[in-house]
Each structure stands twice: as structure tokens, then as C-alpha cells.
């Protein structure tokens, strides 16, 4: 997908810097798998003591 955007040239210039990535379009997509990440693990620990868990997997792993 071709988006235009304006973005501060130090910003660009600190995040390719920091993610070693050699253009502009791979440290964009870096910094949004690393957002979308972060944001996961965040609501995998907002949602701690609340997931139920069983030892199923362990009948149904070797059901194969």
C-alpha cells in the first residue's frame, strides 16, 4: 500500500539508526510489528489471573 506521510527528519533519521534498517520503508514497517507487538504482550498482562488454562493439550498432543 503507497501512503504519504510526513514524518520529522531526526525522528526517521534516530529510528533507522536504532533499527539498522537500510530504507525508510522497512524501519516503518519495523516500528509497526514492534507496536503491534508491544501492544499484545500489553494485553496479555492486563488479562493476567484471568486466562483459564488446562492440561488437554497434553491428551490432544499425543492423540496425533
Known amino acids: 500500500m503507497r501512503t504519504t506521510v510526513n514524518l520529522p527528519e531526526d525522528l526517521m533519521a534516530e529510528a533507522?539508526?536504532?533499527?539498522?534498517?537500510?530504507?525508510?520503508?522497512?524501519?516503518?514497517?519495523?516500528?509497526?510489528?514492534?507496536?503491534?507487538?508491544?501492544?499484545?504482550?500489553?494485553?496479555?498482562?492486563a488479562r493476567r489471573g484471568r486466562l483459564e488454562f488446562t492440561d488437554h493439550w497434553e491428551r490432544g498432543r499425543h492423540a496425533r
Open 16 to 45: 533507522m539508526k536504532l533499527s539498522r534498517e537500510k530504507t525508510q520503508t522497512a524501519t516503518l514497517v519495523a516500528a509497526l510489528r514492534e507496536y503491534i507487538r508491544a501492544r499484545r504482550v500489553e494485553r496479555l498482562i
